[in-house]
């Protein structure tokens, strides 16, 4: 799977992964399809209630009222527009899932109330001011994969 971030919505992550500084942050990913396998991140959701230095947790009120406003926007063309994942910063650790960050991916995709049919987890950090990312599928059958991030041009 390859997914594209927009270099606007980095601009505005890489600001707060400063102000963020030593804290964990995070949110959702929603955007286009543009091809099977092929991802355009438009929209990444900030939460508002930060985690600490090891772990994000999500706030599920947020995470429903922003995928609301996306769908929203987007008319719920739910074939082209939709939900992608989630992201958070791992600012003190490398860009790769913590095996409790593992498991909550896979219970979120097998949980009976998902309404999608994968889930991306991309993993961000500054490391000295430069930009990293990492980025996995996971699917409701426990099929895994790294996925390929590029910046949309
Ligand atoms: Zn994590």
Redesign the pocket.
Known sequence: MLLKLSPSELATLTTALKRAGDK?IGGQLFGEQVEPSHFRVSTMTLQARPGTFS??LVDILQAVRDATRFFDRTHHQYRRYNYIGEW?S?PS?EVR??G??VQSMRDLVRDPDFKGSFAVLM?VRLRADKFEAGAWLFDPRGFEQNVKLELDA
């Open positions: 964990e772990r994000f958070h791992h650790f899932p913590s409790v960050d993993i």
